[in-house]
Every structure is written in C-alpha cells, then in structure tokens.
C-alpha cells in the first residue's frame, strides 16, 4: 500500500478519439488550459502530447510543444510537466501480402534524437520513453522502439539532466528496463508507468499488475493506470499495490457510464477515491523531492 500518492493526469495522448469527446484538448491552448485544470484538481504531473490544430490528430512539432509549455510555464499554478517522446515511431505495413512499401499516411518514423528534440528545446522535467516495441490495437500498425534507438534516446535524456518516465506495456519492457539501469542509463531514482489494459499489451487484471509490480527494479517508483472504464478502478487499485496514479482524457474519455468527463473532474475523483482511502495526494514540490527533480521555467 502506497500512502503518499501523486497524481499524473494525461490530458490528451494522440490517439484518433478527438471525434469522439467535442471538448478533447487540441490545440496548444486547449492542453495547456487543460494541464493547468488538471493541476488545480490536484494532479502534481501534467502529461503532455500536442495535436495537430487542424486535423485533431497526434503531432510532434516542437512548435507546438514549445507553445503548450510557454502558455503553461507564464502562469501561477505550478506542475510538473511530462512531455511524451513516443511519437516518431509509428510504422504501418502495407496490406495483406503486400507489407512493403509502407503505408505512408500513417507511417513516421524518426531517428531517436529528432524525436526527443521538443525535450532538448523545452527541458521538461520529466519526459516518456516507450520500453518496447509492440501491436498496438491496429491491424497493421506497429509501435516502433528499438533497442538501439531507446538507449540512444536514454543516453541523451540522461545528458540533458531529464528524468525518463518508463512506459513499460508488458513483462519483456521490463527485462530491458533492467538492461538499462544495469548498463548506466538510468539515473536512481528510477521512474516507471506500468500501462494496463492496452490491446496486445498486459491485461489489466490484478495478478497481471502484481506480476509486473514484482519484477520492478528496487527502489523504483511506479505508478500505473488502465484505459477507458477501468480507468478510474486503477486508481485504487495503484495505490494497493503500492503505486501512484494516472488519469486524464488520454486514457478514458468517461466520468462513469453516458458522462463525458473532463480532466479536471477525472482528476478529481481520482483525488476522492484516495482521500476515501485516508492517502495523502502529494503536490509538485514533494514529487520533486522524491524523484530528484531539476525544476525548470
């Protein structure tokens, strides 16, 4: 049981859902209104990726990212900011028997270090790396990380003076999240996502989530969530297995069955179900002490 908790909240994430919420964050004001609403509910970690303004889908433009943190870095409410580095490894195969070429509307792939040059422009404190190569719910696409391009990635977020979030989607992530902090990549203390529920990934049962949480490095600190309506269940469920959490409209877009939610109030029940469970929420200030954080802006 984890009785000191923080909240992440991811306000967006890249997946095609904007048609399916009218108020989803899009363009750079939007998710910094958003990430600003979720750390007024109580979230201590916005999780940031950008969308293109005109289409609603993912993007990597650091332009947009760099206007997403300066509308959040020029105001009052403090948060710690989380910058996503998994896009740029999107690889969708041609159909059926013809794999190549690929698919180019959906295909884009990018060297390890243009995906992280957002990170390197802005210095978040905290950015993503994706542990794992894996399907991703759709017939033909795959979610592209390497081996190699990850510990490029690592060694250069490492330099930066960044703290990675690993997003660890199944057991084999985390063999090398192992290799990672054995081979100096990593710096203690060591951060971790475990990400349930995600099609072709870790089931979100709870042995799953125990299996995973018993092969965690020692000393890490974890969090873990689910998707859509086990979203919220996960929050008890983190905090039980000793774990911090994370909502927000990346991950669900519903505050119970018919209700569209919004991040601020997801991140509000998230904070009632762990106060419920007499947890204290930890705010930004005690997170950075925790996870050794260099505040910026």
Wanted: glycine share 10%.
């Amino acid at each position: 049981m984890n009785w000191e908790v923080f909240v992440t909240c991811a306000v967006t994430g890249s997946g095609n859902t904007a048609g399916r919420h009218p108020d989803l964050p899009i363009t750079p004001a939007e998710i910094a209104d958003a990430a600003i609403e979720a750390a007024e509910a109580g979230a201590a970690i916005a999780h940031i990726h950008v969308r293109d303004p005109e289409t609603g889908m993912g993007g990597r433009d650091p332009a947009l990212f760099a206007e997403v943190v300066e509308r959040i870095r020029e105001r009052d409410t403090d948060v710690i900011l989380n910058l996503t580095a998994g896009m740029g490894g999107d690889m969708v195969f041609g159909p059926g028997e013809n794999p190549l070429p690929l698919d180019e509307k959906g295909t884009d792939m990018a060297g390890p270090l243009e995906r992280l040059k957002h990170v390197e422009d802005l210095l978040p404190e905290i950015c993503t790396l994706d542990c794992g190569t894996m399907n991703f719910a759709e017939s033909d696409y795959v979610m592209t990380n390497t081996p190699g391009m990850l510990k490029a990635m690592a060694k250069r977020v490492q330099e930066l003076g960044v703290r990675p979030e690993l997003e660890v989607f199944d057991t084999g992530h985390l063999v090398f999240v192992h290799e990672l902090i054995r081979e100096g990549l990593i710096d203690d203390p060591v951060m971790i996502q475990l990400c349930m529920g995600i099609p072709y990934g870790a089931p979100d049962d709870p042995s799953t989530l125990m299996a995973l949480v018993n092969r965690l490095p020692d000393g890490a600190h974890f969090s873990a969530f689910s998707i859509g309506r086990n979203q919220l269940p996960f929050v008890a469920m983190a905090a039980l297995a000793g774990g911090n959490v994370r909502v927000g409209l990346e991950d669900n877009l519903y505050l119970e069955k018919g209700v569209l939610a919004s991040n601020g109030q997801l991140v509000e029940r998230a904070v009632a179900i762990l106060t419920a469970m007499n947890v204290r929420i930890l705010g930004p200030d005690a997170v950075r002490e925790k996870l050794k954080l260099k505040k910026r802006g």
